[in-house]
């Protein structure tokens, strides 16, 4: 069985930093494109970044780059994202996802952690 | 960036209904179109991928349909289980990703 587990969250200042992790276990995940996605209170879906398979290849939403960093460690199967610099803004449910194809991205989630909360307030 | 715009925001119906939600982008993304459901207070769940491709476990009263800008999530026997808000995404600019803004499902 596929599970995908976050930690890391909690309350942070405006300019902290945060890092998330996303321990992945039932699939061999070095094969798989990770994602975090994230929802504002209320709110919808946003996608914020992908790290490819092997972790050479990532990419960001213009509204995190600069700020945020993801990374993952194959040997133990985990994900992360840094998190820096951060916003009121930044507040919201963050799920790490899996992607559905292996090795490449096809930006379609059919795995979802059940989140972990970021709430960034003085 | 593409655009997602769902209609409609939100819709109640009864059990046994058939729903549609419809999904439009800003450009054309062929069928590079996805939907989810997110239950209150957990994770989305894939239900359909290349606009019309049912993801396995989920039932055959979901379906998907459209290319180029429209597209459609349609539930053909709405059961109370349901209740969801359901979002579109788009997976033509891979990487990156953009989906609509949700349609929250009621039961009447």
């Known amino acids: 069985e596929v599970q995908l587990l976050e930690s890391g969250g909690g309350l942070v200042q405006p300019g902290g930093s945060l890092r998330l992790s996303c321990a992945a276990s039932?699939?061999?995940?070095?094969?798989?494109?990770m994602n975090w996605v994230r929802q504002a209170p209320g709110k919808g879906l946003e996608w914020v970044s992908v790290?490819?398979?092997?972790?050479?290849?990532?990419y960001y939403a213009d509204s995190v780059r600069g700020r945020f960093t993801i990374s993952r460690d194959n040997s133990k199967n985990t994900l992360y994202l840094q998190m820096n610099s951060l916003r009121a803004e930044d507040t919201a449910i963050y799920y790490c996802?899996?992607?559905?194809?292996?090795?490449?991205?096809?930006?379609?989630?059919?795995?979802w952690g059940q989140g972990t909360l970021v709430t960034v307030s003085s | 960036d593409i655009q997602m715009t769902q209609s409609p925001s939100s819709l109640s119906a009864s059990v046994g209904d058939r729903v549609t939600i419809t999904c439009r982008a800003s450009?054309?993304?062929?069928?590079?179109l996805s939907w989810y459901q997110q239950r209150p207070g957990r994770a989305p769940n894939l239900l359909i991928y290349?606009?019309?491709s049912l993801q396995e476990g989920v039932p055959s009263r979901f379906s998907g349909s459209g290319s180029g800008t429209d597209f459609t999530l349609t539930i053909t026997s709405l059961q109370p289980e349901d209740v969801a808000t359901y979002y579109c995404?788009?997976?033509?600019?891979?990487?990156?990703?953009?989906f609509g803004q949700g349609t929250k499902l009621e039961i009447k």
């Open positions: 996802a899996k992607d559905v194809r292996g090795g490449y991205t096809s930006m379609i989630f059919d795995y």
């Open positions: 039932g699939f061999t995940f070095n094969n798989y494109a």
């Open positions: 790290i490819y398979s092997g972790g050479s290849s990532a």
């Open positions: 450009q054309s993304i062929s069928r590079y």
């Open positions: 290349a606009a019309s």
């Open positions: 995404q788009q997976t033509f600019s891979t990487p990156g990703s953009t």
